[in-house]
C-alpha cells in the first residue's frame, strides 16, 4: 500500500471515530490555513535554503549544508511524534531510505519537538535517519510554513491528549505546514509538496521520480 493510500484509510477510519463536531473544527481550521494563503509565501522550487543547523534525537547539532557537500538532501517537516498522519509518514519514509540513498540523497526529517521527544519520536518509528529539532520553528519560518493553531483547536487537541507546550517546550501553539522538499546540493530547491490539509503528504514514489528526473 502507498504512503497516499494509507493515509486515506486512515482519514477514513478517523471520520467514523470522533463526532461530528469535532471534525467541524479540525476542518475549519484547515479552511482557514488556506484562506491565509500561506502556502504562497512559502519556500518553492527555484529558491535556495537557509543556513540550517539543529539538533538531532541524540541533541547533537546537524547541519544540512555540511550534509549537501555529499549529497542531495531530502527535507520533511512533520508537527511531532503526536501526530499519526506523521508516523505514518516517517514509517514510509524509512522503508524507501535505501532507495533515496542509492539516487544520491540524504533524509532529514524536522519537527519543533524538543530533543528528547524527538528520540522517542525517532525509537517509536524505529528511524535510522537524522530527526531534527527546530525549537521555535525557527527554520520552518525561514521557509514560511508556521501557523497559530486557533484556540478551539488547540481544546480540541488537549482533549485528544496532545499537550504541545510539553511536546515543543513553548506555548506558543505554532506548527509547520506538511511541507516535503528535495534540496540540491548547491543549496537549490528541485522539489517541493507542501499542503494545508495535515492528511497528505508527499507519496515516496513521487519523490523517487522527482530524485530521478533532476
Same mark, same amino acid.
Given at each position: 500500500?502507498?504512503?497516499?493510500?494509507?493515509?486515506?484509510?486512515?482519514?477514513?477510519?478517523?471520520?467514523?471515530?470522533?463526532?461530528?463536531?469535532?471534525?467541524?473544527?479540525?476542518?475549519?481550521?484547515?479552511?482557514?490555513?488556506?484562506?491565509?494563503?500561506?502556502?504562497?509565501?512559502?519556500?518553492?522550487?527555484?529558491?535556495?535554503?537557509?543556513?540550517?543547523?539543529?539538533?538531532? *534525537?541524540?541533541?547533537?547539532? %546537524?547541519?544540512?549544508?555540511? =550534509?549537501?557537500?555529499?549529497? $542531495?538532501?531530502? !527535507? #520533511? @517537516?512533520?508537527?511531532?511524534?503526536?501526530?499519526?498522519?506523521?508516523?505514518?509518514?516517517?514509517?514510509?519514509?524509512?522503508?524507501?531510505?535505501?532507495?533515496?540513498?542509492?539516487?544520491?540523497?540524504?533524509?532529514? *526529517?524536522?519537527?519543533?519537538? %524538543?530533543?528528547?521527544?524527538? =528520540?522517542?519520536?525517532?525509537? $517509536?518509528?524505529? !528511524? #535510522? @535517519?537524522?530527526?531534527?529539532?527546530?525549537?521555535?520553528?525557527?527554520?520552518?519560518?525561514?521557509?514560511?510554513?508556521?501557523?497559530?493553531?486557533?484556540?478551539?483547536?488547540?481544546?480540541?487537541?488537549?482533549?485528544?491528549?496532545?499537550?504541545?507546550?510539553?511536546?515543543?517546550?513553548?506555548?506558543?501553539?505554532?506548527?509547520?505546514?506538511?511541507?516535503?522538499?528535495?534540496?540540491?546540493?548547491?543549496?537549490?530547491?528541485?522539489?517541493?509538496?507542501?499542503?494545508?490539509?495535515?492528511?497528505?503528504?508527499?507519496?515516496?514514489?513521487?519523490?523517487?521520480?522527482?530524485?530521478?528526473?533532476?
Amino acid at each position: 500500500m502507498s504512503l497516499t493510500e494509507e493515509l486515506k484509510t486512515r482519514a477514513q477510519q478517523s471520520a467514523t471515530k470522533y463526532p461530528e463536531t469535532i471534525h467541524k473544527i479540525m476542518n475549519n481550521g484547515i479552511d482557514t490555513l488556506k484562506d491565509s494563503k500561506l502556502i504562497t509565501r512559502a519556500l518553492r522550487t527555484g529558491d535556495k535554503i537557509p543556513e540550517i543547523q539543529l539538533p538531532n *534525537a541524540a541533541d547533537k547539532n %546537524i547541519s544540512v549544508q555540511e =550534509l549537501l557537500i555529499t549529497k $542531495k538532501v531530502i !527535507l #520533511s @517537516f512533520y508537527r511531532g511524534g503526536w501526530c499519526p498522519y506523521c508516523n505514518i509518514e516517517l514509517q514510509a519514509l524509512q522503508r524507501y531510505q535505501d532507495q533515496f540513498s542509492a539516487l544520491g540523497a540524504t533524509l532529514v *526529517a524536522i519537527s519543533p519537538e %524538543i530533543p528528547d521527544n524527538s =528520540l522517542k519520536t525517532s525509537e $517509536k518509528n524505529n !528511524l #535510522s @535517519f537524522e530527526v531534527l529539532s527546530d525549537i521555535d520553528n525557527k527554520i520552518a519560518n525561514e521557509f514560511n510554513l508556521v501557523f497559530t493553531l486557533p484556540k478551539d483547536l488547540i481544546e480540541v487537541y488537549k482533549g485528544f491528549g496532545i499537550d504541545l507546550i510539553q511536546s515543543n517546550g513553548n506555548q506558543d501553539h505554532q506548527l509547520p505546514i506538511s511541507a516535503t522538499y528535495i534540496i540540491d546540493q548547491d543549496g537549490t530547491i528541485t522539489y517541493d509538496f507542501i499542503k494545508e490539509d495535515y492528511k497528505e503528504r508527499a507519496d515516496p514514489e513521487d519523490i523517487i521520480n522527482a530524485l530521478k528526473n533532476k
